[in-house]
Antibody, heavy 120, light 107 residues
Framework: QMQLQESGPGLLKPSETLSLTCSVS??????????WGWIRQSPGKGLEWIGS???????YDNPSLKSRVSLSIDTVGNQFSLRLSSVSAPDTAIYYC????????????WGQGIPVAVSS | DIQLTQSPSFLSASVGDRVSITCRAS??????LGWYQQKPGEAPKLLIY???TLQTDVPSRFSGGGSGTEFTLTISSLQPEDFATYYC?????????FGGGTKVEIK
């Protein structure tokens, strides 16, 4: 059974860069039919797709995040990562990583989520 | 961006009830819609994609319908484990977007 696990800091100060990693087990991240995505959830904005990365390092991301997002993938280590720069209070959320179907655009396997707070 | 509006936002029902949730898209998304269930403290779980295709291992009491701009999720006979929040997601185009959610609570 595929499992995803987020890791990273839970507390940041405004203007810092958030770095999260998603470790994948039970399957290879080097897939030609799945992207690997990040979604966040906050009380104010609900579920928000952040972006997704493919095994060839191509990416899609949400323009609403105004180019603050950087996505990367490590096919040898079977993990992928998110960097979100210049964080502020509205970036406080639970961050999920998930497997993203290339053909159907759904997210079928999710990590448990990692809470991230931005506070001075 | 494609906006998704769910109704109702909150639904109170009893075990055994038939319930339906509506998701309206701001533009035509054909059949490119998915539904998720989320319980407190857990990640969302995919129930349905392509508007009406049940994900593996999802009970048959769940069904989805619609196309274009109006979609429904129906639970034919509500079970205790179905009390949760439900979200729709458009699968049609980037950026991928989600509805605001419908919380189903016990009456």
């Amino acid at each position: 059974q595929m499992q995803l696990q987020e890791s990273g800091p839970g507390l940041l100060k405004p203007s810092e860069t958030l770095s999260l990693t998603c470790s994948v087990s039970g399957g290879s991240i080097n897939s030609i039919i799945y992207y690997w995505g990040w979604i966040r959830q906050s009380p104010g904005k609900g579920l928000e797709w952040i972006g997704s990365v493919f095994h060839d390092r191509s990416t899609y991301d949400n323009p609403s995040l105004k180019s603050r997002v950087s996505l990367s993938i490590d096919t040898v280590g079977n993990q992928f990562s998110l960097r979100l720069s210049s964080v502020s209070a509205p970036d406080t959320a639970i961050y999920y990583c998930a497997r993203h179907s290339l053909f159907h655009n759904y997210f079928d396997f999710w990590g448990q989520g990692i809470p991230v707070a931005v506070s001075s | 961006d494609i906006q998704l509006t769910q109704s109702p936002s909150f639904l109170s029902a009893s075990v055994g009830d038939r319930v339906s949730i509506t998701c309206r898209a701001s533009q035509d998304i054909r059949s490119y819609l998915g539904w998720y269930q989320q319980k407190p403290g857990e990640a969302p779980k995919l129930l349905i994609y392509a508007a009406s295709t049940l994900q593996t291992d999802v009970p048959s009491r769940f069904s989805g319908g619609g196309s274009g701009t109006e979609f429904t999720l129906t639970i034919s006979s509500l079970q205790p484990e179905d009390f949760a929040t439900y979200y729709c997601q458009q699968l049609n185009s980037y950026p991928l977007t989600f509805g605001g959610g419908t919380k189903v609570e016990i009456k």
